[in-house]
């Protein structure tokens, strides 16, 4: 599978690994085959976007991303003096700090995994920054690097992730918030899997984001509760199509290799594995803008939201849509059909009394 994988990310192209982000988006749509297999295959979708003529501003800002090393930076500090403060640990000095260093993300896997066995198995405090975590998605392995892990004297795991965003008067920007906790449920999710395999071991399903307090530079934390979000992220994954099934059923010498193939030619791969565009991509996916174009090429009802597409049932395109609310088409028993034609008469008659509105509030005028 490997070997295919790199044919169509193309042998010269070093694969672009997936991130706890990635996987968050990712589980929120997972009947996208289209992202399932560019991200399994390692496929750049930023530089596969641009090469389309559909170049996305997904992602965050350069400014954005050196804010936020700056504040994680001063965060981490001194032994992660400031961080521990936050948790609640008196002695900062007899905190374990294991070193985590290891050849390639496979070794840092292993080496995180061994620290948090040998953490857990003495009892006390333990700070892992950057561990490496390892998690299967669709047959494809992903490594992702939370913040910080904490290893708590009674063997609990607990996920910290360090957000420059500020926390106002005890409270964040709910959206951000929202995202934080989606990408941190894929890292609980990840070290569920070496809990399974530790004695003693067990991952709170809270983590502790840090932000910023006020619009000072000084550090605040607040416990945030992923339950809800591990929940979904779990159940989304197991629903992925594997990405060698997705593989196996394209057409012959299909590649997405973007150093070697036109325009044209990666606009005929990339339409040939079928996707599932919602207008939630435009924040999630970098291939947003050319899946979107396309969309509404096919006038898929699916560009006006999930909800309106789930609403309409087998009307699967606009012009079927309107062709049933004026009558042309469509069963007049269905439900959505008989409800498109109300809606369509409720239209016209308001639209037949608007000139008389007008005139009388004319008349009335004078």
């Known amino acids: 599978m490997w070997a295919r994988l790199a044919e169509l990310r193309g042998p010269a192209v070093v694969p672009t690994p997936l991130d706890a982000r990635a996987l968050a988006a990712l589980a929120a749509n997972p009947g996208c085959r289209r992202r399932a297999l560019l991200d399994g295959a390692g496929v750049d979708k930023t530089v596969l976007a641009a090469k389309l003529g559909a170049p996305s501003a997904y992602g965050q ?3 954005a991303i050196m804010r936020g090393n700056a504040f994680e930076a001063k965060v981490k500090a001194d032994g992660g003096r400031e961080l ?5 640990v008196e002695e900062p000095g007899a905190v374990r700090r294991p070193d985590l260093a290891a050849a390639g993300p496979q070794g840092r896997a292993a080496r995180t995994a061994l620290a948090l066995r040998e953490a857990t198995a003495a009892g006390g405090w333990a700070l892992l920054d950057h561990p490496m ?37 005890g409270s964040a920007d709910a959206a951000k918030v929202g995202a934080a906790a989606r990408q941190s449920a894929v890292y609980v999710l990840a070290l569920e899997r070496v809990a399974a395999l530790t004695e003693g071991a067990e991952v709170a399903h ?44 394209l057409p012959e010498g299909v590649t997405f290799d973007v150093e070697t193939c036109s325009a044209e030619e990666l606009t005929a791969a990339v339409e040939s594995v ?80 608007a000139p008389a509105a007008r005139t009388g509030q004319g008349s009335l005028a004078c």
């Open 133 to 169: 975590l390892a998690l299967e998605v669709a047959g494809s392995p992903a490594y992702l690097e939370p913040d910080a892990v904490v290893v708590h004297p009674d063997g609990r795991w607990t996920v910290v992730e360090i957000k420059s965003f500020p926390m106002v008067d």
């Open 206 to 249: 809270h983590v502790v984001l840090v932000c910023p307090k006020d619009f000072s530079n000084l550090p605040t934390a607040s416990v945030v509760d992923v339950r809800k979000q591990l929940s979904v992220t779990r159940r989304q994954l197991t629903r992925l199509t594997r990405v060698e099934d997705i593989a196996a059923a």
């Open 84 to 88: 521990l403060r936050l948790l609640g």
């Open 274 to 353: 079928p996707h599932a565009y919602a207008p939630e991509c435009l924040s999630a996916c970098e291939l947003a803008f050319h899946c979107r174009d396309r969309a509404r090429e096919a006038g898929a009802v699916e560009t006006l939201g999930r909800s309106v597409r789930g609403e309409l049932g087998g009307l699967t395109t606009v012009g079927a849509v309107l062709a049933a609310a004026r009558g042309e088409e469509g069963d007049a028993d269905d439900p959505t059909v008989e409800a498109l034609r109300r809606a369509q008469a409720l239209r016209a008659e308001a639209l037949a009394g």
């Open 61 to 63: 800002s350069q400014f």
